[in-house]
């Protein structure tokens, strides 16, 4: 009986790794072609039947896209955005999330719920109003233009986060404080944010990788070519004339490493926070 | 707390209400002639239409394949946790940017795709994916589950490993096959998870912009549309303020329900245990 169950869970084995395949085909292909391309030359990206490797990687390619495209700038101007979003959204969630986490007022339940919710927005809803407003406030292809837009975008998961962060510290420590003399402000910085210190680093990173990653706003609220973030510099340079698509396969490849390298530092715990809303 | 405060009323509630009245403001006065307008426009069912099958069609299919998958990732094989970790990337990856590679991909004359269809005899290997309504809609669709399978998955895998083995066990000693198993067992037990992550994506996949808009914008015409994107053409590119906000409120609403909805699941079984 033993014997029978042990190769009736390894064919499953079997056959679950066989399915799994060409799942995992579709999903790197795109990243096996960001880096063919990116090291082809120009007659090899152009050329039928398509290559499916360079016959000559041109590793220059990497050197070279940043004088061909305004690589630089792009990547300039995605760095500052998402820094100022991040220090904006962080200065702000943590006194949020403090105030929920443990001081109970009026209203709290009602300000739980709508974080909730407004998390599904998108910024489409707004969009008008909120263009009109930035033009208004004289901050239209500006950065901080966007820095302000991104970070009230991103504050309300920031706030969801460290709450739970801060709900799970013990209020000893804290007690113990207040008996000293110690105020509340004092509290939060000296003692509770050393405490939550993952939680905090878990908002930093998300709020610079949405930031970084956004689109729409991006698109809409900047228009002189040396300020774009990269998300749309990139789009924008498809689509003139003959696309160099090495290149700009190369420039993908730069734009994406940041927050591809900050993402796996957070993964846990940016699951942990999604599935736990959807698993208990 | 009020730094927060201030930034959420200035930037998202104000907008919310200058939308809401724009919509019904003419001349000082209330109408609802915006609202008729946009919805007489010819394209509109059009794009209802393509905004529901994109929503509803696009969760389930990607509902469906992270089923497959997490099913599969979670019967341990060897290298499951590279595979769990090399899932990650298409969701780590700026979604506007793997969309331009994609769009490379898709490329008619010199596009990898359509050479590899091609070769496998499946068509001509001449389509021009983005240039058409149903093929362009099928590229997005491809993209965006691309990029939705990955939290899909590991939504419905967390799930998945939270049940105890003993119920197997208790099953298999009962006499009960794998097939089994999963329809009276998983399944029911999983029922909350996936009303919660179907409820997520619906919401998700609705205000969905870089992926339509880098592949196709919506064209050819409005072939490729959903709500969101042609809201975003009408202000934008067609200059129609108002109307897009008439437009915008109209989401709004759909939006809203699907939020509450997925607020009360989330708060529900949050007090339920």
Same mark, same amino acid.
């Given at each position: 009986?033993?014997?029978?169950?042990?190769?009736?869970?390894?064919?499953?084995?079997?056959?679950?790794?066989?399915?799994?395949?060409?799942?995992?085909?579709?999903?790197?292909?795109?990243?096996?072609?960001?880096?063919?391309?990116?090291?082809?030359?120009?007659?090899?990206?152009?050329?039928?039947?398509?290559?499916?490797?360079?016959?000559?990687?041109?590793?220059?390619?990497?050197?070279?896209?940043?004088?061909?495209?305004?690589?630089?700038?792009?990547?300039?101007?995605?760095?500052?955005?998402?820094?100022?979003?991040?220090?904006?959204?962080?200065?702000?969630?943590?006194?949020?999330?403090?105030?929920?986490?443990?001081?109970?007022?009026?209203?709290?339940?009602?300000?739980?719920?709508?974080?909730?919710?407004?998390?599904?927005?998108?910024?489409?809803?707004?969009?008008?109003?909120?263009?009109?407003?930035?033009?208004?406030?004289?901050?239209?292809?500006?950065?901080?233009?966007?820095?302000?837009?991104?970070?009230?975008?991103?504050?309300?998961?920031?706030?969801?986060?460290?709450?739970?962060?801060?709900?799970?510290?013990?209020?000893?420590?804290?007690?113990?404080?207040?008996?000293?003399?110690?105020?509340?402000?004092?509290?939060?910085?000296?003692?509770?944010?050393?405490?939550?210190?993952?939680?905090?680093?878990?908002?930093?990173?998300?709020?610079?990788?949405?930031?970084?990653?956004?689109?729409?706003?991006?698109?809409?609220?900047?228009?002189?070519?040396?300020?774009?973030?990269?998300?749309?510099?990139?789009?924008?340079?498809?689509?003139?004339?003959?696309?160099?698509?090495?290149?700009?396969?190369?420039?993908?490849?730069?734009?994406?490493?940041?927050?591809?390298?900050?993402?796996?530092?957070?993964?846990?715990?940016?699951?942990?926070?999604?599935?736990?809303?959807?698993?208990? | 707390?009020?730094?927060?405060?201030?930034?959420?009323?200035?930037?998202?509630?104000?907008?919310?209400?200058?939308?809401?009245?724009?919509?019904?403001?003419?001349?000082?006065?209330?109408?609802?002639?915006?609202?008729?307008?946009?919805?007489?426009?010819?394209?509109?069912?059009?794009?209802?239409?393509?905004? /529901?099958?994109?929503?509803? !069609?696009? =969760?389930? %299919?990607?509902? $469906?394949?992270?089923?497959? +998958?997490? @099913?599969?990732?979670?019967?341990?094989?060897?290298?499951?946790?590279?595979?769990?970790?090399?899932?990650?990337?298409?969701?780590?990856?700026?979604?506007?940017?793997?969309?331009?590679?994609?769009?490379?991909?898709?490329?008619?004359?010199?596009?990898?795709?359509?050479?590899?269809?091609?070769?496998?005899?499946?068509?001509?290997?001449?389509?021009?994916?983005?240039?058409?309504?149903?093929?362009?809609?099928?590229?997005?669709?491809?993209?965006?589950?691309?990029?939705?399978?990955?939290?899909?998955?590991?939504?419905?895998?967390?799930?998945?490993?939270?049940?105890?083995?003993?119920?197997?066990? /208790?099953?298999?000693?009962? !006499?009960? =096959?794998? %097939?089994?198993? $999963?329809?009276?067992?998983? +399944?029911? @037990?999983?029922?909350?998870?996936?009303?919660?992550?179907?409820?997520?994506?619906?919401?998700?996949?609705?205000?969905?912009?870089?992926?339509?808009?880098?592949?196709?914008?919506?064209?050819?015409?409005?072939?490729?549309?959903?709500?969101?994107?042609?809201?975003?053409?009408?202000?934008?590119?067609?200059?129609?303020?108002?109307?897009?906000?008439?437009?915008?409120?109209?989401?709004?609403?759909?939006?809203?329900?699907?939020?509450?909805?997925?607020?009360?699941?989330?708060?529900?079984?949050?007090?339920?245990?």
């Amino acid at each position: 009986m033993k014997l029978l169950k042990r190769t009736r869970r390894n064919r499953r084995k079997w056959i679950a790794g066989l399915i799994v395949l060409p799942i995992y085909v579709f999903i790197l292909f795109p990243f096996y072609v960001m880096i063919a391309t990116a090291l082809k030359s120009i007659k090899e990206v152009y050329t039928y039947p398509p290559l499916f490797w360079s016959v000559q990687p041109q590793w220059e390619n990497f050197v070279q896209v940043w004088r061909e495209i305004p690589l630089g700038n792009f990547m300039m101007s995605s760095l500052i955005i998402a820094s100022g979003a991040t220090v904006l959204a962080t200065l702000c969630a943590i006194p949020a999330a403090y105030a929920l986490a443990r001081m109970s007022f009026p209203g709290r339940a009602f300000w739980l719920q709508t974080m909730l919710v407004s998390q599904m927005f998108s910024p489409v809803i707004i969009i008008v109003p909120l263009f009109k407003l930035i033009v208004l406030l004289g901050l239209n292809d500006s950065y901080t233009g966007l820095i302000i837009a991104n970070a009230a975008f991103d504050v309300t998961f920031s706030v969801w986060l460290l709450t739970s962060y801060f709900q799970s510290i013990p209020k000893d420590m804290e007690e113990a404080a207040f008996v000293d003399g110690c105020t509340r402000l004092g509290v939060m910085f000296r003692i509770v944010l050393p405490l939550a210190r993952p939680g905090v680093v878990t908002v930093v990173i998300f709020v610079f990788i949405t930031t970084w990653n956004e689109f729409m706003m991006a698109l809409t609220f900047i228009t002189s070519p040396e300020k774009k973030m990269i998300t749309v510099g990139l789009f924008q340079l498809v689509g003139k004339f003959e696309v160099q698509w090495n290149l700009l396969a190369a420039g993908a490849i730069f734009g994406v490493l940041p927050t591809l390298i900050l993402f796996m530092l957070i993964q846990k715990q940016l699951i942990k926070g999604l599935v736990a809303g959807a698993v208990k | 707390m009020a730094p927060s405060l201030v930034l959420l009323l200035l930037i998202i509630a104000y907008p919310i209400w200058m939308t809401f009245i724009t919509s019904f403001a003419a001349d000082g006065g209330f109408t609802l002639e915006r609202y008729q307008s946009v919805i007489r426009e010819e394209a509109f069912p059009e794009i209802l239409l393509q905004s /529901a099958i994109w929503t509803f !069609g696009g =969760t389930a %299919l990607i509902f $469906l394949i992270g089923l497959v +998958l997490a @099913l599969c990732l979670n019967e341990n094989f060897w290298g499951f946790r590279t595979a769990r970790l090399l899932l990650l990337l298409p969701w780590a990856t700026p979604i506007a940017i793997s969309a331009l590679v994609w769009r490379w991909i898709f490329n008619d004359q010199y596009g990898i795709l359509n050479y590899i269809l091609y070769r496998l005899k499946i068509t001509d290997g001449k389509t021009a994916w983005l240039a058409f309504g149903n093929t362009g809609f099928l590229a997005n669709m491809v993209v965006e589950i691309w990029s939705g399978l990955p939290l899909m998955t590991l939504i419905i895998l967390s799930g998945l490993q939270s049940i105890q083995e003993d119920i197997y066990e /208790a099953a298999t000693v009962d !006499g009960a =096959t794998w %097939l089994q198993s $999963l329809w009276h067992i998983t +399944l029911p @037990l999983l029922r909350p998870v996936f009303i919660v992550a179907n409820l997520m994506f619906v919401i998700w996949t609705f205000n969905s912009f870089p992926v339509i808009w880098v592949l196709t914008r919506g064209g050819p015409i409005h072939s490729t549309d959903t709500l969101v994107t042609y809201i975003y053409k009408t202000a934008f590119q067609y200059g129609m303020f108002e109307e897009a906000t008439a437009l915008a409120m109209i989401t709004f609403v759909f939006l809203l329900v699907f939020s509450l909805l997925y607020a009360r699941r989330v708060f529900n079984e949050g007090e339920e245990r």
